[in-house]
């Protein structure tokens, strides 16, 4: 099925010459920080995908379990023959839950992961072979566009997984102000959000037990080795993750196990013992409080639906008018 999917290349993250820059920029601040973005490569998607089935991981779950549910309503709400494009769309899995219901006329793949975007796409467009399957390779946390020769009548973004809280509450308002641009009027945008919960549940989610968001944390500095050469013992650090409640936020960390350099780009970056490199935050919203935010971005919330148990919740926001 290779010329099933329409692969829009131009949309290519940068060269790797500025990949380098933002990793340094980050490895030599005060405290050091790396985007998690830098988290997807391959080998990093499959631990994702991984982590993904971790009983401890609720996220994922949750969010099926709530689209398989509400897929009809979902439907009724953001109507059928949309352009479906799905953000951060990883193996592709959870818009299989909404295709049959929404029957878009047209759906468009968006990751940074090239050849995992390729190969899931591929898979889509086998199984489900009335939709025209696009993909197109971006961060996100550059300015989009749409690539041309779109069909459907109106684009409705598929951002699921609360990827959203990757992002500061800043930096999702203006993704969320990005985007509410790029959609006409009556266009929309259906978001996964994790909510605010006890702690237990969220250290237990990012310290799963099988040790997959460890591995997945810690191939961050596998990929500096294997991808930008950077010289750094992976085993020289461990991973820790926690809820901080006052910012309501998982902050994920790789912490120095003793004084240590390495060296990247020419570059050699000192750690200390203990010293923490601070590779992810995954923020955690109230319904409201993230109403509040996409209506400061230009959307209104049309409905929402959450479990049982109130972990996970799914909106639909329409561009304002
Ligand atoms: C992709 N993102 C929403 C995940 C999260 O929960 O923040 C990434 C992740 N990090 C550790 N486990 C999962």
Redesign the pocket.
Known sequence: MESAVRFHDHHLPEVAGSLHEELLTGLTATPKYAS?KF?YDRRGSEL?DA?CEQPE?Y?TRTEEAILRAAAADIAEVVGRDATLIEL?SGASRKVRLLLEALHPACYLGVDISREFLLESTHRLAADYPWLEVHAACADLTHPMRWPDGLSGERPVAFFP???I??FTPEEAESFLRGLSQLLPTGGGLLIGV?LIKDRAILDA??NDAAGV?AA??LNLLERLRREFEAEVEPQAFRHR?FYNELDSR?E?HLVSLYDQAMHLAGERIEFTAGESLHT?N?YKYSITGFCELAGRAGFEPRAHWTDRDALFCILYLERAA
């Open positions: 998690p988290f994702f982590i991981y996220p951060g997984g609360s990827s809280g990757n994790d989610a990012y968001t997945f944390n993750a998982i994920m992810e995954s």
